[in-house]
């Protein structure tokens, strides 16, 4: 397989993430109560605040009203905002992490972590969430490992395609990334699921494709979201999948677009959000006056709106890589849907 032309932008452009990066219970019901929050404000978001973890976020506010909807077999917006607040929720510490699965009723957590690949399962006795994080290059306030850091970037651009078990081909850094904790994650899940727990997978970035190849390996899940995700596998991946999958990209997020040309190609349902902020199932073309420049670099508001603007010097396909803007977006289509 050679890399053309095409293929060497797509790789700058992922080398370009990872620059801004390093500077910068719960049962099921047919309804549910009023919510009692309102709208969440939309960050502003800079290079102070581009990276997780997002340790002054209040993880999960709401979810007194909002039961994770763990019989679901279609899209649910519920789960798509749970799934989402997780995804960025394990991007941090430990000790930080297992109080706020704890408030939600998630009682059992479950860290495995290796060079490369870092997982949390969660669960009470009805469901468990299998949450992979993205890559790692800089963590806000944590000592900077070298080790980790050439292991994400392994899995990152190690880019040629491989067999896959179950049919097709995938990328290799992302299954190698995800065989250092099967060994270990696999018998774990499964002593869940012989208990009578949903299995749910989820992940950011790195972290959607690693859901994404687990939960294809594993087989008995009941869902998978993914946020962010770049392609993983090829056609005949994509065909032998027999797994529900939900690929949620905001707007201009740029690692979906990445590896666009070539054998890869994207798996899953698409829910796409727009430059408004709302969840559509098809890509939709962003709207601009003649001669506005694409990203918003010099503070410029991006949407019109006072209230709803991403003021800042970070450029929009970086920005709309950010987890906790997924999560706030999630939340607001929610809150106008039962409006």
């Given at each position: 397989m050679k890399i053309g032309h095409h293929q060497s932008v797509k790789i700058i452009l992922v080398v370009g993430i990872i620059l801004v990066s390093v500077l910068g219970c719960?049962?099921?019901?047919?309804?549910?109560?009023a919510l009692p929050y309102g709208r969440k404000e939309i960050p502003k978001i800079t290079f102070k605040n581009l990276s997780p973890p997002y340790k002054d976020y209040d993880y999960f506010q709401g979810s007194e009203t909002h039961g994770f909807q763990f019989n679901a077999t279609s899209f649910n917006l519920i789960n798509a905002w749970w799934l989402a607040e997780v995804s960025t929720l394990v991007y941090a510490d430990e000790e930080f992490v297992r109080p706020r699965f704890d408030r939600v009723g998630l009682t059992e957590v479950r860290y495995?972590?290796?060079?490369?690949?870092?997982?949390?399962?969660?669960?009470?006795?009805?469901?468990?969430?299998v949450a992979f994080r993205g890559s790692e290059i800089w963590k806000k306030n944590r000592k900077f490992d070298p080790g980790k850091v050439m292991a994400d970037l392994k899995a990152?651009?190690?880019?040629?395609?491989?067999?896959?078990?179950?049919?097709?081909?995938?990328?290799?850094?992302?299954?190698e990334a995800l065989e250092e904790v099967l060994p270990?994650?696999?018998?774990?899940?499964?002593?869940?699921?012989?208990?009578?727990?949903?299995?749910?997978?989820?992940?950011?970035?790195?972290g959607g494709a690693l859901a994404t190849l687990c939960a294809d390996r594993y087989g008995s899940v009941q869902g998978v979201y993914t946020y962010g995700s770049p392609r993983v596998g090829n056609e005949t991946f994509k065909e032998d999948l027999n797994i529900k999958i939900y690929r949620i990209v905001n707007n201009d997020?740029?690692?979906?677009?990445?590896f666009s040309l070539g054998a890869y190609v994207h798996v899953g349902e698409l829910k796409f959000i727009d430059h408004d902020g709302n969840i559509r199932d098809t890509v939709a073309l962003r709207q601009r006056p003649v001669n506005q420049p694409r990203d918003e670099l010099y503070g410029q508001d991006r949407s019109g709106r006072d209230g709803n603007s991403f003021k800042g010097f970070v450029p929009s396909a970086f920005r709309d890589h950010v987890p906790l803007l997924y999560t706030i977006h999630i939340w607001n289509n929610t809150i106008e849907n039962r409006e």
């Amino acid at each position: 397989m050679k890399i053309g032309h095409h293929q060497s932008v797509k790789i700058i452009l992922v080398v370009g993430i990872i620059l801004v990066s390093v500077l910068g219970c719960l049962e099921q019901n047919d309804t549910l109560p009023a919510l009692p929050y309102g709208r969440k404000e939309i960050p502003k978001i800079t290079f102070k605040n581009l990276s997780p973890p997002y340790k002054d976020y209040d993880y999960f506010q709401g979810s007194e009203t909002h039961g994770f909807q763990f019989n679901a077999t279609s899209f649910n917006l519920i789960n798509a905002w749970w799934l989402a607040e997780v995804s960025t929720l394990v991007y941090a510490d430990e000790e930080f992490v297992r109080p706020r699965f704890d408030r939600v009723g998630l009682t059992e957590v479950r860290y495995f972590d290796k060079l490369s690949t870092q997982c949390y399962v969660a669960n009470n006795d009805k469901f468990a969430i299998v949450a992979f994080r993205g890559s790692e290059i800089w963590k806000k306030n944590r000592k900077f490992d070298p080790g980790k850091v050439m292991a994400d970037l392994k899995a990152d651009f190690d880019i040629w395609l491989t067999d896959w078990q179950s049919g097709g081909k995938v990328h290799r850094g992302f299954k190698e990334a995800l065989e250092e904790v099967l060994p270990d994650l696999l018998p774990y899940i499964k002593r869940l699921d012989d208990k009578g727990c949903k299995i749910w997978m989820t992940g950011h970035s790195l972290g959607g494709a690693l859901a994404t190849l687990c939960a294809d390996r594993y087989g008995s899940v009941q869902g998978v979201y993914t946020y962010g995700s770049p392609r993983v596998g090829n056609e005949t991946f994509k065909e032998d999948l027999n797994i529900k999958i939900y690929r949620i990209v905001n707007n201009d997020d740029i690692v979906p677009r990445i590896f666009s040309l070539g054998a890869y190609v994207h798996v899953g349902e698409l829910k796409f959000i727009d430059h408004d902020g709302n969840i559509r199932d098809t890509v939709a073309l962003r709207q601009r006056p003649v001669n506005q420049p694409r990203d918003e670099l010099y503070g410029q508001d991006r949407s019109g709106r006072d209230g709803n603007s991403f003021k800042g010097f970070v450029p929009s396909a970086f920005r709309d890589h950010v987890p906790l803007l997924y999560t706030i977006h999630i939340w607001n289509n929610t809150i106008e849907n039962r409006e």
